[in-house]
């Protein structure tokens, strides 16, 4: 928020200019280390990096690049008035797209739990021309999406997307400690105002749950070894549990390692979350959140996620709630997995509500 200066009677004098300060260079042809990536997180000022970036198959730093994007407005089918809901909001970027297809007289509500990126997506579409008449952002675990709704007198949306997992913002930014790759707090919050860090977790947990949670949340093979060495160790940074999980390993070759080492970030991240609880949650409640032949996108990144929505969806068409549903699972095409890596392991589902 702006602070309000104009009642100051006694503006201050110019403040003397600072030394110039040169940028200290990284070592390389390209910087390696997030803070470095200033050309990257500038999109406005280096267009020509970011392109070369994202034609590199990779995401520019502080940005993410929309997974399936064809492949949902095809099955979200956005019509000009419609009232859509978005989630994840994320970056934005399906929003932005979906956005467009609604006007004139279409409305977008966006959710996302994270406080740190969603200040920064409100203001890149503000900029983009929508104003909080079309578009409106609500800091909101998509769990509450039944109290969003009834809250603005909406009896349900004509569409719903939700892409879940975590940002390449959020994934990328060492200080929120979500990458194994970079060294940082080991955190892990999408809110990080809430709930406890996947340090504290790891602190408190005994071996027996902590065994469980990696095999449920991420069908870790070494569960019962990693879960031995790992619970009730205190670990502050993202590399100390790294190499923690390495050592804990008989000899593993280095794909085996990293493999492990991604397997417990995933599991530790969707118990500091409670992801799949809030993915429940929604599930139940979409039949209630949707308008009679309203439609439902949702992009899962693990079988956990993919086998929970697979079976909500089926469950809900035997009971005649949704009138159809996606017969197989949709995957990005070859040529969306070169020229972005990360959405390799997408799956996308849909359904329709029945009319009446
Ligand atoms: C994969 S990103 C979405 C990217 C977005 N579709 C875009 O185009 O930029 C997932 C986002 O969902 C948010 N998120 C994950 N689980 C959530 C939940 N239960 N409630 C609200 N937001 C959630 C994360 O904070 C993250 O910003």
């Known amino acids: 928020m702006a602070e309000d200066i104009s009642s100051d009677p006694s503006p201050a004098p110019n403040p003397a200019p600072l030394p110039h300060k040169r940028r200290v260079r990284y070592s390389g042809r390209n910087p390696r280390r997030f803070e470095d990536k200033y050309k990257e997180t500038n999109p406005e000022r280096y267009a020509e990096t970011v392109a070369k970036v994202m034609a590199a198959g990779k995401t520019p730093a502080g940005m993410h690049r929309p997974i399936m994007v064809a492949e949902i407005l095809e099955v979200l089918a956005p019509q000009p008035g419609a009232v859509a809901v978005d ?110 860090s996947a340090a504290a977790l790891l602190e408190k947990i005994q071996a027996g749950p902590l065994e469980e949670l990696l095999t449920e949340n991420a069908d870790e093979p070494n569960a019962a070894r ?11 940074r993202t590399t100390e549990l790294a190499s923690a999980i390495r050592a804990a390993l008989p000899q593993p070759g280095p794909e085996q390692a990293t493999l492990a080492e991604r397997r417990v970030f995933q599991a530790l991240r ?21 308008n009679p032949g309203g439609r439902v996108a949702i992009l899962t990144f693990h079988s956990g996620e993919d086998r929970r929505v697979k079976k909500a969806f089926a469950a809900a068409q035997r009971d005649g709630v949704y009138a159809a549903i996606a017969e197989e699972v949709m995957r990005p095409g070859a040529e969306e997995r070169y020229a972005n890596s990360r959405s390799a392991p997408a799956k996308l589902r849909w359904a329709r509500k029945a009319s009446a």
């Open 226 to 236: 990693l879960a031995a060495a790992l619970a009730g160790k205190r670990f502050r």
């Open 87 to 196: 989630c994840t909001l994320g970056y934005g970027g399906h929003a932005a797209q979906i956005l467009a297809k609604i006007i004139p007289g279409g409305r977008l509500i966006g959710l996302d739990a994270d406080p740190i990126e969603l200040p920064k997506t409100e203001v890149r579409l503000r900029q983009q021309g929508y104003g909080p008449e079309v578009f409106e952002v609500h800091r909101s675990n998509f769990a509450g999406l039944p109290q969003i709704l009834a809250a603005r007198q909406l009896t349900g949306a004509d569409l719903i997307l939700a892409d879940l997992g975590v940002s390449s913002m959020q994934l990328d930014d060492p200080v929120r400690g979500f990458s194994l790759k970079h060294e940082g707090p080991l955190d892990m919050r999408m809110n990080p105002h809430r709930g406890q």
């Open 270 to 290: 969707i118990a500091v979350n409670d992801e799949f609880s809030a993915l429940d949650t929604f599930l139940r409640n979409l039949p209630t959140c949707l």
